[in-house]
């Protein structure tokens, strides 16, 4: 049984910081893993994703420079530490790692992903 449990949302003031966490259980992620977040009445959109041997980066235009995500392969966590929060960062985060064959991707979903249940963010102004 594949599972993916983010933590670590909450309500924060801008200029604030979080650190959201991802456990995954059920395999082990062979390409990339990425996070996702969506804010209310907009699409899901890939914000930072993360190559799991390599561990290089990439991330959207609107969090670049803010928002830094980590992957620890030893236990199996992927993981984003978000700083200098803004309002328009509010939304419902999500971790995903792609089904086998498929890729990461910024912005719009594509391909099969294996989904968590996302967890909550809050900015306020």
């Known amino acids: 049984q594949v599972q993916l449990m983010e933590s670590g949302g909450g309500s924060v003031e801008a200029g604030g910081s979080l650190r959201l966490s991802c456990a995954v259980s059920g395999f082990t992620p062979s390409y990339c893993m990425e996070w996702f977040r969506q804010a209310p009445g907009k699409e899901r959109e890939g914000i930072a994703q993360?190559?799991?041997?390599?561990?290089?980066?990439v991330y959207a235009d609107t969090v670049k420079g803010r928002f830094t995500v980590s992957r620890d392969n030893t236990e199996n966590r992927l993981y984003l530490q978000m700083n200098s929060l803004k309002p328009e960062d509010t939304g419902t985060y999500y971790c995903?790692?792609?089904?086998?064959?498929?890729?990461?991707?910024?912005?719009?979903?594509?391909?099969?992903?294996?989904w968590g249940q996302g967890t909550q963010v809050n900015v306020s102004s």
């Open positions: 995903a790692a792609p089904y086998s064959g498929n890729a990461c991707f910024i912005g719009r979903p594509r391909g099969n992903y294996y």
């Open positions: 993360i190559y799991v041997e390599s561990f290089a980066t």
